[in-house]
């Protein structure tokens, strides 16, 4: 199994959003980064587990826990004129862009700020931490464990 971050703007999708898509799922499209795209095509499996984290507010903060629902494919906005996300480049043949599905498993007791994780000195090699501007980061087992507890939320 993996563990993400996955960063998300709550004014465009939020916690609360997925959590009331049907089945609390929904397509994680618009990634237009090739490592974030690599990620998503390669590495993130079904039953993933998934920080979801709110970016870009006063306090940015991991808020909630999400599981991968469905593995990487091609991502169809990408082909799409007159959407936001659109690639001349992308095809059928050639969909240059992927896209996993995101299924809401539970809100945190205690949400988990930037500010406290760059405070956890066990924490100073996560890319978020970093700086990194991905949208989506890999978090080690152990990385995990600590954020959750954090969160004050017990056990994977």
Known sequence: MNYWLFKTEPGC???EDLKNRP???EPW???RNFQA???LRDTA??????LFYHSNIPEPAVVGLAEIARAGYPDSTARNPHGEHFDPKASLENPIWYMVDVRYSEP???IVTLERIKQNPLLVDMPLVKRSRLSIQPVTENEWRIILTMAGVDGP
């Open 29 to 31: 499209d618009g990634v």
């Open 45 to 50: 499996q079904v039953g993933d587990r998934v």
């Open 13 to 15: 999708f939020s916690f």
């Open 23 to 25: 089945d609390s799922t």
């Open 37 to 39: 795209r690599n990620f």
């Open 108 to 110: 945190l007791r205690k």
